[in-house]
């Protein structure tokens, strides 16, 4: 995310906190409950260059996170209680549901003896060439190479190019430029074949990510031992899915489903969209997971669930705690559901 935006987030937060506002707006944006996104949660690094560092939290924050919402008044419930309270229209209560995705093995080790000695409920949705060894956490690969350099030589568009990174702010510049536009590249197999190109030259092993940041199938069958754990699908590949054809995606959500359900023996019945933007998972998306007879399906469009989401079981927002907002005054403005509807436009208060 830019700096400007992030700034413009952290101040539009703070006012809403101050002023009371997300107090007083409550009843109107408030929704019936919120699904929470984690990634990583582990205890902070010091490099000072950390593009990734949105998609972490420490655990002393998730452990301020989940008592602060066992002393309000929510229920913390899993993923098929809330499925339940949508279909009977029981919305007496609000909600928490907690979701970490990828599968990390730090949500084994720093986020689990949290949430099982609090006894919440919460899910993982696991990528599943991940646990197999065959992913490649391009994104990672491409902050290592430049981490590591001090000049970075790629073609792009027939041109060869090169790109100073020798400062972290440089660096810093440089992986926003590259990663959106890795991203707008039309093909997941070109994008894919560019970062594969990088990290063979400048010598990152794109296999080793997966190897160190990511649980195997043994830890992730101790996970799902427990009553409290469910585990959702989060595709094979973890690709941009509204970047394949139609016949891929849905390859890539049942088998995703088949081969968590060969290793673990459980069949997943909720699924996170890779990366859950717009223009990642969208109504074609949303489509075929329900075809696939999902029964909820997570995006990363942030906002709150409401009564109407239960027509639209398969595309449901979630609020990120990334690591841009580590602050608990934030997370009570965000619960109560007033920064999303600010980011929305106050669309949803009349949806509410
Ligand atoms: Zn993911």
């Known amino acids: 995310m830019a700096p400007l935006r992030q700034a ?16 007083a707006l409550k009843p109107l944006v408030g929704g019936v409950g919120v699904i929470l996104t984690f990634h990583h949660v582990r205890p902070p690094r010091p490099q000072r260059f950390q593009p990734n ?80 060894r065959l992913g490649e956490l391009w994104w990672l690969a491409l902050e290592a190479v430049i981490a590591e350099n001090e000049r970075i030589g790629l073609p792009i568009e027939g041109e060869n190019r090169t790109f100073d990174c020798r400062t972290v702010a440089e660096k810093r510049a440089l992986y926003e430029e590259l990663y959106w536009w890795l991203r707008s590249r039309p093909t997941e197999a070109e994008m894919r074949a560019i970062v594969r190109d990088l990290a063979v030259c400048y010598q990152v092993d794109i296999a080793a990510f997966c190897r160190e940041l990511c649980m195997d199938w043994p830890e992730l069958a101790q996970l799902a031992a427990d009553p409290l754990v469910t585990i959702g699908a989060h595709t094979v590949s973890h690709p941009v899915l509204a970047k394949l054809p139609a016949h891929n995606v849905r390859a890539e959500m049942d088998l995703s489903r088949s081969v968590i359900e060969a290793a673990l023996a459980l069949r997943p ?31 990363t469009r942030p906002g709150v669930i409401l ?39 106050f669309r949803l208060a009349s949806a509410a």
């Open 8 to 23: 413009i987030i952290r101040g539009g937060l703070e006012s809403l906190y101050f002023t009371g506002a997300h107090a």
């Open 53 to 132: 560092r949105l998609l972490e939290v420490t655990p002393r924050f998730l452990a301020r996170v989940v008592e602060l919402l066992q002393r309000s008044n929510v229920d913390l419930i899993s993923l098929d209680e809330m499925h339940a309270r949508l279909n009977a229209g029981d919305f007496r209560r609000r909600f928490v549901c907690i979701t970490f995705d990828d599968g990390y093995r730090d949500t084994l080790q720093h986020a689990y003896p949290i949430l099982k000695a609090a006894r919440v409920p919460f899910t993982v949705y696991v990528a599943t060439s991940f646990p197999d």
């Open 269 to 299: 019945e909720h699924l996170s969209y890779p990366f859950g933007n717009p223009a990642a998972a969208g109504p074609r998306e949303f489509a075929i997971a329900a075809e696939l007879g999902f029964k909820t399906a997570v995006t």
């Open 307 to 345: 009564r109407t989401h239960r027509e639209q079981l398969t595309a449901l927002p979630r609020i990120s705690l990334n690591g841009e907002y580590q602050q608990l005054r934030y997370v009570r403005v965000l619960l109560s559901g007033a920064a999303t509807a600010m980011w929305n436009g």
